[in-house]
């Protein structure tokens, strides 16, 4: 269960520098990768863990760690304020459907804030909480700014390339994911001979890709790209282990293409063993 602001902070030794760094740190392994980056740059970390298991991976690295609750905005913020945070980044799965199912837990700022709002895709809501910060005098960094070592450029990591067919798909779901990515309904789309077996919605990448393998019970082709004028400072599009995990079926092979330069790839070295194990192709395109 997510606690308040008001637990106890979990302090590290102190860096030696004045310059803060506000870290909103959701699920996965990104927020401690960037916490450690930031560390090096001779940031002193304060991170707010949206959870137990965030806490545990970030506070090596951070100065002082909180465990918060993500709807708590005016006593996060003033948690920021106090700790004398000028700039603040947001990184790691805050899966959507939890907050949704928690809206009895905001308080009266996210509530007058939310309502605010037009519509609750994760663009509106993401920008409105970057210009919430902006206005109590915090700027909003980009995750690439610390994370730049993850984002690959063009070429094949894996051993094997596509087939003649999967260059096909790959292409074919360019166009697709796209399109949904402007619209803000996903960032991925599975594919397997020029057809659209399934589109990401609230459910994730890693849902998404098990629904496309029972259908297809067969080897797939998953297509992730960044959205069109992607906002670097939320929700950069993000691969792992877990996600050719999820392509595994009853047969080996497929395809996880993604977007060249956009695409943060974590925990690369073990992504390319484990997609030669499978016989799967891991690009970027």
Same mark, same amino acid.
């Given at each position: 269960?997510?606690?308040?602001?008001?637990?106890?902070?979990?302090?590290?030794?102190?860096?030696?520098?004045?310059?803060?760094?506000?870290?909103?740190?959701?699920?996965?392994?990104?927020?401690?990768?960037? #916490?450690?980056?930031?560390?090096?740059?001779?940031?002193?970390?304060?991170?707010? #863990?949206?959870?137990?298991?965030?806490?545990?991976?970030? !506070?090596?690295?951070?100065?002082?760690?909180?465990?918060?609750?993500?709807?708590?905005?005016?006593?996060?913020?003033?948690?920021?304020?106090?700790?004398?945070?000028?700039?603040?980044?947001?990184?790691?799965?805050?899966?959507?459907?939890?907050?949704?199912?928690?809206?009895?837990?905001?308080?009266?700022?996210?509530?007058?804030?939310?309502?605010?709002?037009?519509?609750? !895709?994760?663009?509106?809501?993401?920008?409105?909480?970057?210009?919430?910060?902006?206005?109590?005098?915090?700027?909003?960094?980009?995750? !690439?700014?610390?994370?730049?070592?993850?984002?690959?450029?063009?070429?094949?990591?894996?051993?094997?390339?596509?087939?003649?067919?999967?260059?096909?798909?790959?292409?074919?779901?360019? %166009?697709?994911?796209?399109?949904?990515?402007?619209?803000?309904?996903?960032?991925?789309?599975?594919?397997?001979?020029?057809?659209?077996?399934?589109?990401?919605?609230?459910?994730?990448?890693?849902?998404?890709?098990? %629904? #496309?393998?029972?259908?297809?019970?067969?080897?797939?082709?998953?297509?992730?790209?960044?959205?069109?004028?992607?906002?670097?400072?939320?929700?950069?599009?993000?691969?792992?282990?877990?996600?050719?995990? !999820?392509?595994?079926?009853?047969?080996?092979?497929?395809?996880?293409?993604?977007? #060249?330069?956009?695409?943060?790839?974590?925990?690369?070295?073990?992504?390319?063993?484990?997609?030669?194990?499978?016989?799967?192709?891991?690009?970027?395109?």
């Amino acid at each position: 269960m997510i606690k308040t602001v008001d637990s106890v902070a979990q302090t590290a030794q102190p860096a030696k520098t004045d310059r803060m760094l506000g870290l909103v740190a959701g699920e996965g392994k990104l927020p401690a990768i960037l #916490a450690r980056s930031a560390k090096e740059q001779g940031f002193k970390v304060v991170a707010l #863990a949206l959870s137990e298991e965030a806490k545990h991976r970030v !506070s090596p690295h951070a100065y002082k760690t909180y465990i918060i609750a993500p709807g708590q905005i005016q006593r996060n913020m003033r948690l920021m304020q106090q700790e004398n945070v000028k700039e603040m980044v947001f990184i790691g799965k805050v899966p959507k459907m939890q907050l949704l199912l928690n809206a009895h837990k905001l308080d009266w700022t996210a509530i007058r804030e939310l309502s605010k709002l037009p519509n609750f !895709s994760d663009d509106t809501i993401q920008c409105a909480m970057g210009d919430f910060v902006a206005s109590l005098g915090m700027s909003v960094r980009t995750q !690439s700014e610390f994370l730049r070592e993850l984002f690959p450029d063009v070429g094949i990591l894996s051993s094997r390339h596509p087939s003649a067919q999967e260059y096909a798909d790959i292409q074919y779901g360019l %166009r697709i994911a796209k399109e949904i990515a402007r619209l803000d309904i996903g960032q991925t789309v599975v594919v397997r001979e020029e057809m659209i077996l399934a589109i990401e919605a609230i459910e994730g990448t890693d849902e998404t890709i098990r %629904r #496309a393998v029972q259908l297809a019970r067969n080897a797939i082709v998953v297509v992730k790209v960044s959205k069109p004028n992607q906002d670097q400072r939320f929700d950069i599009p993000t691969v792992g282990l877990n996600t050719l995990n !999820s392509m595994v079926g009853p047969k080996p092979g497929g395809v996880l293409a993604i977007e #060249a330069n956009e695409t943060m790839v974590v925990d690369r070295e073990e992504m390319i063993a484990f997609a030669d194990k499978h016989q799967m192709s891991l690009v970027a395109v």
